[in-house]
């Protein structure tokens, strides 16, 4: 019987930076407060239509 | 439609398609025809992201639904940023990485060729009745309010698709896309502009909102945890999340947008430009909805908006007892806008009491209205036995034939077709590109030029477009259209999900595991449809959980019984069959 080989080796890890690398963008610079940044535009939002939804029913 | 309409719609239709083609001519290698030049940036990959998501269905029955329920099915996209998120930070490098062309390919690098092929063969089942969809959805409610031939415009709208698909590939999708989605944006926003300025003067947006809040059509949020009500925040959050990261982490008509970018930046932030703008666009398209609601109490609408077969019945038949149902819709509306007029009067005074008692009456009138409505859906399907019950993907369109100037009607009808088009290219660039790359190419066992692949692309582009177009042709649809879409999707979804998500995190887990894993859990899935009665948002993460837990317990029997093997048998080869499994 041949012996196989294991192909999870050769696999990239699936979270390959911690998120500080650069954006290209004046702002947010890194991943991480871009991704933290739409976090709280998404709270913005929730926030926006539950005041909608309060004041008006 | 008049003259002007007609320019206004052939002109940007072909006008696009034609300089969608003539932009890609020449181009001959696979990696172009199938990826795109790899130079997108990141603006062009969040429109196309976002225009292939966003089909007609999108412009057509959301506004219906906002207008019918509310803003509740804004809920349905809360997940989706999260989602973004995750695609970028987790999925985007691995592909990027493994240099793949579909999203399945990376299954066959990291299981087996069955797991491959199953990722494939759920997808093309999935998406090849969804293009069907893409095609019937505008077609039938754009033929029955401009009485043109629903095959012709099935068939219209479908061969212009297939031309520049097949012609230009990943490049002319992504190029059509973005004029198209520009041609969506700019007749969205006109028809919103003229909707506002058709609201009766004396009513402000505020007074506008407040009709609309009066009669809970601002109802955005709900945070109950009922599983049974369709949208709530959590359901949106989770099972909309699961949604979100199966659609736009595995399916393959988004997967070749973003890995047509130049750079991993360029795709990570087309993503990102869409989790932060699809949760404001949905919710501008159903105030649109909430917003025709209340143009409609100042404004007798019809009885039904798909009034083709009542309209038809009632010429026919002028004793009708439609005609009786008529007059009584016409005198409680009456009724109904004197109540309203009387409840504005009492907010702009700050009289509370009166508003409160003009409120509860004009709740009455709406309950009778809902009646009268409920009784004419009856009457008119004893009286034409197949006509169509629900009418709530025709209240946008009957709004925009009845009362925008000409020229703006054309710009609306292209709206529409830029949508369905752009879609429906992404669709069958990914439904060709897929059968390609993991099933031809992966099959084919003697050594071929570039060129025959690029032929054998455009050759099942072609006929995926014909199997939508014959689908398209031979469905008939009772509900409402993008919630068939999102129930289609949201059964197969959580197990292809479930799959790349066991790729990625589950390391122990190997090809045979998953494989039968996913099998089992979609049988279960499509069980669990048709016996419970649980928002289907939900089932995303049931067939996504089902099918991780499923593959891992399956590894740990088939390592247990590659123990005992082991232990019987002994000597490293045993250990290598089992690790191999």
Redesign the interface.
């Given at each position: 019987m041949t012996p196989t080989v294991d192909k999870q080796s050769s696999l990239p890890d699936p979270a390959p930076n911690g998120g500080d690398e650069d954006t290209g963008l004046a702002w947010p610079r890194t991943w991480r407060s871009l991704y933290i940044f739409v976090g709280i535009v998404f709270v913005g939002w929730v926030a926006i239509l539950y005041a909608l939804t309060r004041t008006f029913s | 439609m008049n003259v002007y309409d007609y320019l206004v719609l052939f002109g940007t239709m072909l006008g696009i398609a034609g300089y969608g083609v003539w932009r890609t001519r020449g181009r001959r290698d696979l990696r172009t025809y199938l990826k795109g030049d790899q130079g997108t940036r990141a603006l062009m990959i969040g429109l196309s992201v976002m225009a292939t998501q966003a089909s007609a269905i999108t412009f057509l029955s959301t506004p219906g639904q906002g207008y019918e329920s509310g803003?509740g099915f804004?809920q349905n996209y809360?997940g989706a940023?999260?989602a973004?998120?995750i695609i970028?930070?987790?999925f985007v490098?691995?592909y990027r990485?493994?240099n793949v062309y579909t999203a399945y390919e990376y299954l066959g690098?990291?299981?087996d060729a069955k797991t491959r092929l199953l990722g494939a063969g759920l997808f093309l089942l999935q998406r090849g009745l969804g293009a069907g969809l893409t095609v019937y959805a505008p077609a039938i409610v754009l033929s029955t309010v401009m009485g043109w031939r629903l095959d012709m415009t099935i068939l219209g709208s479908g061969l212009v698709a297939i031309v520049y698909t097949v012609m230009g590939g990943s490049e002319a999708v992504n190029l059509t896309q973005r004029y198209q989605f520009s041609i969506i944006l700019i007749g969205m926003v006109a028809a919103f502009v003229v909707l506002l300025h058709k609201l009766p003067a004396g009513l402000s947006f505020t007074d506008s909102?407040?009709l609309?809040?009066?009669f809970?059509k601002?109802?955005?949020?709900d945070f109950s945890i009922s599983v049974n009500k369709r949208y709530t925040?959590w359901s949106g959050l989770l099972g909309g999340m699961f949604l979100a990261l199966a659609y736009f982490g595995t399916d393959q008509s988004q997967v070749q947008r973003y890995l047509s970018g130049a750079s991993l930046?360029n795709s990570?932030?087309g993503l990102?430009f869409n989790?932060?703008l699809k949760?404001?666009m949905q919710?501008f398209i159903l105030l649109l909805g909430a917003l025709l609601f209340v143009f409609y109490q100042f404004e007798l609408p019809p009885v039904l908006f798909n009034s083709a077969a009542w309209t038809a019945q009632v010429a026919k038949e002028p004793q009708s007892p439609l005609r009786a149902i008529e007059r009584e819709f016409a005198d409680v509306h009456g009724q109904k806008k004197r109540v309203l007029r009387r409840w504005i009067e009492a907010r702009h005074a700050g009289d509370s009491v009166a508003a409160a008692a003009a409120r509860s009456e004009a709740e009455s009138a709406q309950k009778r209205l809902d009646a009268i409505r409920t009784e004419a859906q009856k009457q008119l399907l004893a009286a034409v036995p197949g006509a169509k019950g629900s009418d709530t993907d025709y209240v946008f369109i009957r709004f925009i034939v009845d009362y925008l100037p000409h020229g703006m009607i054309g710009l609306l009808v292209a709206v529409f077709f830029a949508a369905t088009l752009s879609a429906k290219s992404a669709e069958l660039n990914a439904l060709g590109s897929t059968t390609t790359i993991d099933l031809y190419r992966h099959l084919m066992r003697r050594p071929v030029p570039e060129e025959h692949f690029v032929a054998a692309s455009k050759f099942f582009t072609v006929m995926w477009g014909l199997v939508a177009l014959g689908f398209a042709l031979s469905i008939h649809m009772a509900e409402n259209l993008i919630q068939a879409v999102n129930i289609l999707g949201s059964v197969f979804y959580g197990v292809v999900l479930g799959i790349f998500l066991t790729a990625?995190?589950l390391?122990t887990v190997r090809g045979t595991a998953v494989f039968w894993g996913a099998v089992v859990s979609q049988c279960l899935v499509i069980a669990l449809y048709f016996t419970l009665h649980i928002s289907y948002l939900w089932y995303n993460i049931i067939g996504c959980a089902a099918c991780m837990a499923m593959s891992l317990l399956l590894q740990w029997a088939i390592t247990m019984r590659g123990v005992n093997a082991v232990s019987k048998m002994g000597g490293?080869?045993?250990v290598?069959?089992v690790?191999?499994l």
């Open positions: - | 803003l804004v809360f940023p999260f973004l998120i970028a930070m987790v490098p691995i990485r493994m690098q990291r299981f909102l407040a609309a809040g009066g809970h601002l109802e955005a949020v925040f930046r990570r932030l990102m989790a932060l949760i404001p919710f990625f995190f390391k490293a080869d045993a290598n069959d690790a191999a």
